[in-house]
Nanobody
């Protein structure tokens, strides 16, 4: 059974940093691209960052380019999202997602940025 477990969220001040982790199991992690999404209250869920199966290619939403970095460690079945220079607009629930089948999701980790 596919399982994704996010961690690392919390409350940070604007300008601060957080590193999110997503531990994966139940599938061949190294065969799949991984994604981070986020959803703020009252807004649509949006794709934040993606990384290819071996980590060679990454992509980012315009809102986070230059501030966030996605990476993965296939030996640990874990994908990360380093978030720097956080601002209030980054406040959201962050979700880890695989591209396997119709898509598998974690339950999310909350990131709250305060002023």
């Amino acid at each position: 059974q596919v399982q994704l477990v996010e961690s690392g969220g919390g409350l940070v001040q604007a300008g601060g940093s957080l590193r999110l982790s997503c531990a994966a199991s139940g599938f061949t992690f190294s065969d799949y691209a991984m994604n981070w999404y986020r959803q703020a209250p009252g807004k649509e869920r949006e794709l934040v960052a993606s990384i290819s199966s071996v980590g060679g290619d990454t992509s980012y939403a315009d809102a986070v380019k230059g501030r966030f970095a996605i990476s993965r460690d296939n030996a640990k079945n874990t994908v990360y999202l380093q978030m720097n220079s956080l601002n209030l607009k980054d406040t959201a629930m962050y979700y880890c997602k695989t591209n396997v089948g119709s898509g598998s999701w974690g339950r999310g980790t909350q990131v709250t940025v305060s002023s």
